[in-house]
């Protein structure tokens, strides 16, 4: 597999923001966002992909058996090859994953390859207009998640505030009917997007009544930059 880099750290966002857990970044991604703060992890960009071919077996035994929780990042993880056969592992070994994908990788397709488990869950992007990926996301992705999974919007632009209602009201009626609601986030691209203004429109659009604003947490502790945290 190709490793940009393993360690251990807080999780900056999603439901287990704040827990420890092992932080596994692949190499390389199917998208070019245009806020990407993880150009290093992509291969043919200004700044060359630095990573470690491991094996899987390498990559599990690097996992902190005191929290056994792994978020499983990129670049875009599940275009990695080894991918289900990493995730199987770890959900053998007792491991609870989260994977974070980009919307524009098949994640139904993927859940065959890998056992039923209450431990998995994706934390999925829907890319908004200001990303420049919004024609790229797969929509079943949106259609087939489960109540412990995440979607994660992350909003830059005006644009992408009527992209996210629209939707989240596309999907709100087939998932109330199913009484399975996933997580919905939602937060500001780091520096493009008033965060006050974006929690208003929460406390005022009834569709995101139940979403949750989020901060990347990791960008407050440590310096926005940093790698490796
Ligand atoms: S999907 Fe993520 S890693 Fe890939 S280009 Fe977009 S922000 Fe960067």
Known sequence: MKIVEIFDSIDG???????PATFIRLAGCNLRCSYCDTAYALFGEDEPCVYEEMTVDEVVKKVNPNYRRVTLTGGEPLISPEAAELVTRLIENGVEVNIETNGAVDIVDFLKRVPSSEKLFFTIDYKLPSSGACDKMIWRNFESLRPRDVIKFVVGSDEDVREMISVTE?????????????????????????????????LTEPLLKDARFQVQLHKIVWDPNERGV
């Open 13 to 19: 966002e999603g439901i287990r923001t704040g827990q």
């Open 170 to 202: 596309r999907i709100t009626p087939l998932y109330e009917k199913m009484q399975k609601m996933p997580h919905i986030f939602v937060g500001a691209v780091y520096g493009k997007f008033d965060a006050q203004k974006l929690v208003n429109i929460i």
